[in-house]
């Protein structure tokens, strides 16, 4: 299993470097809770896009991070507007704080278990579709929704699997 994430680790690796950033995007993030994220945009050529970023969520019980890697496919919609669907993964990461119950912990855990407020790492895939507006030629505004399975192999750390919505601003460098 190492050798195969060790492979496409490498493979994004050298897409990414054949591909030319366009713009930083900055988003907030809603689902059951508020999170805010930046990345950027690279262009891959034939109209595809990669697309990795870093999010942080706060949580009433601790700190949640994604980090991402999607891939877009840009569909020229006219009138500057821009479809894409959106296909990628995620590394998880939650930290979470000692005697708080929160709606995405539906299991208890007792206070002496320390594997659960030590944080957890999961995998996970990203499917969606975004929209992109492009204001100006430096400024464009979109909206994402994508649902999020994680993969967590039976460990109660967190249930994350929902869809959410993200809005945000690409400033072109």
Not at 140 to 153: M, R
């Amino acid at each position: 299993m190492k050798k195969i994430i060790l492979s496409v680790i490498l493979c994004v690796v050298a897409f990414v470097a054949k591909a030319q950033v366009e713009s930083v995007d900055f988003k907030t993030n809603f689902r059951g809770d508020f999170g805010v994220g930046v990345g950027i945009s690279a262009d891959l050529g034939n109209d595809f896009e990669f697309s990795p970023s870093a999010n942080i969520y706060f949580w009433d019980c601790g700190t949640h991070f994604d980090f991402e890697a999607d891939f877009h496919y840009n569909i020229d919609l006219g009138h500057k507007f821009t479809l894409y669907p959106i296909a990628g993964a995620v590394l998880c990461y939650a930290n979470l704080k000692d005697h708080i119950d929160d709606p995405h912990h539906h299991h208890h855990h007792p206070v002496d278990d320390k594997d659960y407020y030590d944080g957890h790492l999961n995998f996970g895939i990203n499917v969606g579709c975004g929209l992109k507006y492009d204001i100006n030629p430096k400024i464009a505004g979109f909206v994402e929704t994508k649902y999020q399975w994680i993969n967590n192999d039976g460990d109660y750390c967190y249930d994350y699997n929902d869809g959410f919505l993200t809005l945000g601003i690409k400033v072109t460098i």
